[in-house]
């Protein structure tokens, strides 16, 4: 006896057809799964505006001991209330840092926070260094800004 011509043809296309259904609701178990399944942990956004609000107009200019202002923000989005505190440093020295700031997941913190400078020359490097909770690690790299200090 001789196979039809199309008997062939017909055993793969069902094959395709198997493996196109497992797929598909392989597809689906697993995009269940992530809609289901919490967020565990999240990430943290930190930056530094001018006083007018803007990423720009930042103090580039400065005298000895002057004071200068930039406005911080911090949004949580650690999925769970966190405490932060940020560190202001001048060419790798402490100046000061915030109280901590307690926010819970989505709130946004802007505040101004204030520096100076006690020695003049170019390029000084003034660092903000975020802190999550009670760790001694800064959780994101360090912002900065570069001021040139006169007398």
């Not at 198997?18 to 809609?35: D, E, F, H, T």
């Not at 100046?95 to 520096?115: K, R």
């Not at 959780?139 to 001021?147: A, D, G, N, T």
Request: aromatic content about 8%.
């Amino acid at each position: 006896m001789s196979k039809m011509p199309n008997e062939g043809g017909r055993v793969w296309s069902r094959l395709l057809s198997i493996v196109l259904v497992i797929a598909i609701v392989g597809a689906l178990g697993s995009l269940g799964y992530v809609i289901a399944t919490p967020k565990k942990g999240g990430q943290t956004e930190f930056y530094i505006l001018g006083l007018d609000g803007k990423a720009m107009d930042y103090p580039e200019q400065m005298k000895v001991g002057e004071e200068a202002k930039v406005i911080v923000g911090i949004v949580n989005h650690q999925q769970e209330t966190t405490s932060y505190r940020v560190e202001i440093r001048v060419d790798g020295a402490k100046y000061t840092e915030t109280a901590p700031i307690l926010l819970d997941n989505d709130e946004q913190w802007e505040g101004v926070v204030s520096f100076a400078v006690d020695s003049p020359g170019d390029n000084k490097k003034v660092e903000f260094l975020l802190y999550r909770n009670n760790d001694t690690t800064p959780c994101l790299k360090p912002l900065h800004l570069w001021v040139t200090v006169t007398e």
